[in-house]
């Protein structure tokens, strides 16, 4: 890979990378935009293939947290990080403070929180070395159910732009993925009166949601084909592909992964076929607004008031998408990238003075 090409390219600032011979950390941290403020974004642990493929990660990512955090209406720009390794080891205090020591040495220019792999506990050691970290045991915490309900409310404002009413009593929902996020979501849909269709890669989940949830169980592979009304990526990114696309059997797909057009072409695919599509980042801001608010001081009422705005942003894009005849990823990107450009171009009236020494 052409590192500085590809940097170029997708627009980041900065990417950094790390290494710690005493705990074994090897880490990648990528500051795609920081004209709304900090690059917030989550610490990703996880056992890439490759270090390519690990970079490349970092990079969708954190240029993701730029589109995501501004399209939400918050106050950061986008970032993201990467560790390098088995995110099942036990060992992780001295793998998470030296990632702390990492983060710290940027100077705030990067926040980083919890995501795939990653737990409140080892933001509490992260918090050890540095400051610049939400998502603490001792503050907001886990922000699942918070990123679960955002989802909800986009599953709900998708069903009203399609069927002309979003209740979802009666419809079948599709759902991948069963971790923190998917069955929390779970439940949402099941107390909204929804038929849910569930897989996981971990047996026991799928079985959880079946005997608590009254969920029907697929099969991994199968869950693309299976019809529903709604189907709902909440694992890994990279799913809507030139494979499971011509699966689909649903009407719309909204969902809690990052990065689930594996290329944007594939958003012109769900396109041509009529599959209604609620832009990845726009659905899942609940989390990045639940981390948002441990650094306002905001309570967990006014983060969940905060997600549910949700709903009436991803009527926007459905709207500015309708309107303009692009598909919905467009117009999301149109609206993140409006914001951005706004504040960059903001005139600064007040005296600047220099700092002077004492």
């Known amino acids: 890979m052409r590192y500085f090409e590809r940097i170029a390219e997708m627009g980041h600032e900065q990417v950094v990378f790390c290494h710690d011979k005493a705990s074994g950390y090897r880490g990648i941290i990528a500051i795609h935009d920081t004209t709304l403020g900090p690059a917030l974004g989550g610490c990703r642990f996880w056992n890439y293939a490759t270090e390519d493929e690990a ?74 070395e540095t400051t610049h970290v939400t998502g603490i045991g001792s503050k907001s915490g886990d922000p699942s159910s918070v990123t679960a309900h955002g989802v909800f409310r986009a599953i709900q404002a998708s069903a009203c732009q399609r069927w002309g009413r979003d209740d979802l009593a009666g419809r079948t929902v599709a759902l991948q993925g069963l971790g923190n996020v998917g069955f929390h979501l779970a439940r949402e849909l099941h107390a909204a009166g929804a038929h849910l269709m569930v897989t996981d890669i971990d047996p026991r989940r799928i079985q959880r949601a079946v005997d608590e949830l009254g969920a029907t169980a697929v099969a991994l592979t199968d869950i693309y084909g299976v019809k529903a009304d709604i189907f709902t990526p909440c694992a890994l990114g990279g799913i809507l592909n030139d494979d499971t696309i011509p699966q689909l059997n649903v009407e719309i797909v909204a969902g809690a992964a990052n990065n689930q057009l594996l290329e944007d072409r594939h958003g012109d695919a769900l396109e041509a076929r009529n599959i209604l599509y609620a832009p990845d980042y726009v659905a899942n801001a609940g989390g990045v607004i639940n981390v948002y608010s441990e650094l306002t001081g905001w309570s967990r009422d006014r983060a969940l008031r905060k997600a549910d705005e949700i709903y009436q942003t991803v009527r926007s894009v459905f709207r500015l998408a309708s309107e303009t005849g692009i598909p919905t990823y467009r117009a999301a990107d149109r609206v993140a990238e409006q914001r951005i450009q706004a504040v960059r171009g903001m005139i600064k009236t007040w005296p600047q003075y220099p700092n002077k020494e004492s």
């Open 55 to 128: 970079i490349v990660d970092a990079l969708r990512l954190s240029r993701g947290m730029t589109y995501k955090n501004a399209v939400a209406g918050l106050n950061l720009g986008g970032g993201k990080s990467v560790i390098i390794g088995d995110n099942t080891t036990a060992n992780r205090e001295m793998l998470f403070r030296a990632h702390g020591r990492f983060v710290d040495s940027l100077g705030g220019r990067y926040v980083t929180a919890e995501d795939v792999g990653t737990t409140v506990e080892d933001m509490d050691f992260v918090h050890m």
